[in-house]
């Protein structure tokens, strides 16, 4: 059963960098679609970014486009979130998300397995 835990959150200050990770296990990263979205009380999941199986390109979501960036570890089944100027907006439960599908990337619905989520909080 494929299983996602993300971790590395934290409270950081306005203009930070923050990398999150999430992990896999019960398959391999490069079966799947990967994406964070995030999410807030007042607002549903936001989509932040997803990378393809082969891992060869990334769609960024507008509102992190230029300051976030994704890199994946094969080896340890691993897919990262590097942000970096990070705003008070930016403050939410970040999920890690895995689809077995080749499409629907911006949407949670392509999406069948996420991690419980990591809470990143940027204060002013």
């Known amino acids: 059963q494929v299983r996602l835990e993300e971790s590395g959150g934290g409270v950081v200050q306005t203009g930070d960098s923050l990398t999150i990770s999430c992990t896999l296990s019960?398959?391999?990263?490069?079966?799947?679609?990967l994406g964070w979205f995030r999410q807030t009380a007042e607002k549903d999941r936001e989509f932040v970014v997803g990378?393809?199986?082969?891992?060869?390109?990334?769609l960024y979501g507008d509102s992190v486009k230029g300051r976030f960036t994704v890199s994946r570890d094969v080896t340890r089944n691993t897919y990262f979130l590097i942000m970096n100027s990070l705003k008070p907006e930016d403050t939410a439960l970040y999920h890690c998300?895995?689809?077995?599908?080749?499409?629907?990337?911006?949407?949670?619905?392509?999406?069948?397995?996420w991690g419980p989520g990591t809470q990143v909080t940027v204060s002013s």
């Open positions: 998300a895995a689809s077995s599908v080749r499409f629907g990337m911006t949407s949670p619905y392509s999406y069948s397995y």
């Open positions: 019960g398959g391999t990263i490069s079966e799947y679609q």
């Open positions: 990378t393809s199986r082969n891992g060869a390109s990334s």
